[in-house]
Nanobody
C-alpha cells in the first residue's frame, strides 16, 4: 500500500507559477512510477505528466510540454510538478497517482493503483 498526499495548489494569475508536491508513505516509494492527472469541472480526467521510478524518464502531455516539469526526490518520498506560464485552461483538480507496474500505459488512469485526494489549481485571466 502507498498513501499519497498532494499539496501546493492555489489561486494564481495567468503567467504565474505553482509547484505541486505529492508526498508518499507506505511501501518503498522509489519502486513506483508516478503520474499527475487533472480534472476540470465537466471534463474527463486527463494525463499531465509522469516520471519513472528512478526519475530518469519523464513524459508530458502536449498541452503542458515546455511549461511543466515533473521531478522526484526519493530520499524525501516526494514527486513534484513545477508549473510555469500557467493558463486559465490549466484550472483543475490535480491528482498524483502511483504504480509499480511499468507495463501499464503511463498516460492512462487505469495504469495506476494508488491515488491522492487532489489539490485544486485555479488560474485567473
Amino acid at each position: 500500500q502507498v498513501q499519497l498526499v498532494e499539496s501546493g495548489g492555489g489561486l494564481v494569475q495567468a503567467g504565474g507559477s505553482l509547484r505541486l508536491s505529492c508526498a508518499a508513505s507506505g511501501r518503498t516509494f522509489s519502486d513506483y512510477r508516478v503520474g499527475w492527472f487533472r480534472q476540470a469541472p465537466g471534463k474527463e480526467r486527463e494525463f499531465v505528466a509522469a516520471i519513472s521510478w528512478s526519475g530518469g524518464t519523464t513524459y508530458y502531455a502536449d498541452s503542458v510540454t515546455g511549461r511543466f516539469t515533473i521531478s522526484r526526490d526519493n530520499t524525501k518520498n516526494t514527486v513534484y510538478l513545477q508549473m510555469n506560464s500557467l493558463k486559465p485552461e490549466d484550472t483543475a483538480e490535480y491528482y498524483c497517482a502511483a504504480s509499480r507496474n511499468v507495463l501499464r500505459f503511463y498516460g492512462s488512469g487505469s495504469g495506476y493503483d494508488y491515488w491522492g485526494q487532489g489539490t485544486q489549481v485555479t488560474v485567473s485571466s
